[in-house]
Nanobody, 116 residues
């Protein structure tokens, strides 16, 4: 079994920054893709950014618009999301998703609240 622990969420003013982390632990043989999704109030969960094992990134441009950066540390089995120039519409629960040992795992989420 693989466990995901997210951290880094919180309350920030518009224009501020946050860095989210998601660490995978447990019996891990390989990690393929890692990604961040978010779900705002009354909305469906949407992709924010993804990164492959080789470091290739994919962003939801309509969401990110150059403000967010996804990265990963394979030695630590951790994925990060650096979020800059945050806006109130970025308020959501952010979930990490990790494909480990060819199984899809989701984190419980970390709340990000951006005040205007």
């Amino acid at each position: 079994q693989v466990q995901l622990v997210e951290s880094g969420g919180g309350l920030v003013q518009a224009g501020g920054s946050l860095r989210l982390s998601c660490a995978a632990s447990g019996r891990i043989f390989n990690i393929r893709d890692m990604a961040w999704y978010r779900q705002g109030p009354g909305t469906q969960r949407e992709l924010v950014a993804a990164i492959s094992s080789g470091g290739r990134t994919n962003y939801a441009d309509s969401v990110v618009k150059g403000r967010f950066t996804i990265s990963r540390d394979n030695a630590k089995n951790t994925v990060y999301l650096q979020m800059n120039s945050l806006k109130p519409e970025d308020t959501a629960v952010y979930h990490c998703r990790v494909i480990a040992n060819e199984v899809d795992y989701w984190g419980q989420g970390t709340q990000v609240t951006v005040s205007s």
